[in-house]
């Protein structure tokens, strides 16, 4: 476990579970084509491909409805590459749920009946009226007819979604401002502010807002309220969770507090060391503001000794996170696997996707 | 145990486990709507919309789509009334799979790329050229990611069923004409027959077929193939898997024997009593024919003492299996409840879902 930085109290046994399951919810967020927010993507237009890309990728082993691998403008992979690395390694079964992706995903997946593509918050209303209840309600039930015996790792990929976050858990109260996350080493906090402030503005949102659904529906996006939803279903039938990712879970969090839902010592967060260890953000802090009881685990990887330049990146604040990559390498921490083990699964797996092996 | 019957030699262990899934798969064929071919619906076009209406009634405890729960055209409620019962006793997970249904349902539920509603074998091809192949590749993905410790029970919901399962089964080379069961007392064998022979002659198939694909492409359905494939991607991850149907899982396992799958000891059917014991039809007859290693469980029930009359007729030979109900009731047996137990959680389940409790 040396790898692993624990903050706060886990529950104990959660990751010795051989009942875990990995839930990678997807979505998209018109918010991510405004020039500047998101690098989930080798444009702003195309970060609307990436979730359904990522998941193909991740489920199928390649990209199927565009034979390219999500990156960022400047070449550097999706945060896929490491999860499916490490869930070759967990060997777990594995569930995509398309709450509002702008492309269908060519692999099988659940969808979701009230799946829509989020607005652009800056200039629309995310969700039609009363769609964010239906989601929430709609993943709360997936959850009850899983939720049987099973724990779960929660992932997402969603451009643009750290923006969205950042409005939700503004909208409720909570200071959010210059602390939420970015794949971008240059995180672009002013303009997210502003996108933000002018979906208040558009909206009529002031925080802090009561009406979580109404709040949803106007500055937030299809899939933390999804996420949410889950959560609400999975905790109602006994399992654990660990939220995979970075502030956007906060979101997540800032929703159920809202809601009023009891998380039961049954709620943690995984990520990596590259997003809490970022001087641009702050998920501990953020995680202390909205819900001081749920531990924070974080894997301190680096691909410092890494065949492949795209993967050093990483290692130089770019992506950090994302399609439940970073709860998935501390769950494989957890689990005893050592560091050099999973640099070389995901070597081995970067290598396979570029078409020749790492050296 | 003293309501289960068992035909061959089960493998040790396989109920014990608690690593249980329900997958249900659901499809539409327009052959259902040959009137006389299926009593599945309360009229021949009415069948086109049950397996969604089951499938939201056994996620969500009632249809949304429509506010009415499938019956025959006496009134005889869906099956799925006996599978949602077992399943709360169960407790286990449970994946609805839409491989073509004509409506889709208003849950959350796991999307095929390629569904397609079958056509109706007797004036057109089942599917578009290398759709049933895609189906089949499809499923086995969706197990591959899904078989990680776990094991499964396979329902379906497809009125017209064990028409294409006949059609299916004579096309690979079985004698199965006279010997598919119905959810009518009065199974119309003459008609299902002609069905098929029309569809043989129009699409210029001669038994025994030796393309799986172009014989399904043309003469099957979506639901069959995918279950195969289903059961082979479960297979390679080494799970292991209870078909919780009657005939028409005849029909996977030729598919699966034509394609060269080998079983491994590892399936099993698991049926009603009053499918196994219907003298219309020869259950075991067919599985020896096909599978003859394939055990069979046969769950004894019966309604007699129900104060519902609609229940009465399961006894008469109406309905018998559909939706996993066969399959769960084995498995409630092996798993040691009693019959009555039983009998009382369904009177329960028909009492809340008409609207008033079972004396």
């Known amino acids: 476990m040396g790898w692993l930085r624990v903050h706060g109290s886990p529950s104990p046994g959660f990751h010795a579970g051989d ?39 991740l489920v199928a082993g390649r990209p199927i409805t565009f034979n390219v691998i999500p990156v960022t403008p400047e070449g550097i992979p999706t945060p896929a590459l490491i999860s499916r690395a490490a869930l070759k390694l967990l060997n777990i079964p594995t569930l995509i749920v398309d709450v509002g992706s702008f492309l269908e995903p060519k692999i099988p997946h659940t969808r979701m009946p009230s799946r829509s593509v989020g607005g652009s918050i800056d200039s629309e209303d995310a969700l039609a009226e009363g769609v964010s209840k239906k989601l929430f309600e709609e993943s709360r039930l997936l959850a009850s007819t899983l939720s049987k015996g099973l724990d779960f790792i929660v992932g997402e990929s969603m451009p643009g979604g750290t923006t969205t976050a950042l409005s939700i858990m503004e909208a409720l109260g909570y200071k959010a401002r210059f602390r939420v996350s970015s794949a971008s080493p240059s995180n672009p906090h002013d303009l997210k502010v502003r996108v933000v402030e002018r979906a208040f503005k558009r909206s009529n949102i002031n925080p802090p807002e009561r009406d979580v659904f109404k709040t949803i529906d106007r500055v937030g996006d299809p899939l933390h309220i999804s996420i949410a939803g889950f959560l609400s279903g999975a905790l109602e039938g006994g399992s654990k969770i660990l939220l995979a990712g970075g502030t956007q879970m906060c979101a997540v969090l800032a929703i159920l507090k809202s809601l009023g839902v009891e998380l039961g010592g049954r709620v943690m967060v995984g990520t990596t060391g590259w997003l809490v260890n970022d001087s641009q953000s702050d998920m501990r802090g953020l995680l202390n503001d909205i819900a001081p009881e749920v531990p924070l685990l974080a894997a301190e990887m680096d691909f410092s000794d890494s065949p492949f330049e795209g993967l050093k990146y990483y290692d130089k604040g770019y992506v950090k996170e994302g399609v439940g990559s970073g709860g998935l390498l501390t769950v494989l921490a957890v689990k005893g696997w050592s560091k050099g083990d999973v640099k070389r699964a995901v070597y081995g797996e970067y290598g396979r996707v570029m078409g020749y092996e790492a050296r």
Chains 1, 2 share one sequence.
């Open 19 to 57: 009942r875990l399951a990995l839930v990678v919810f997807i979505a998209s967020t018109r918010t991510s084509t405004i020039p500047g927010i998101s690098v989930a993507g080798p444009s702003p237009e195309a970060t609307l491909y990436t979730p359904a890309l990522d998941v193909e990728y």
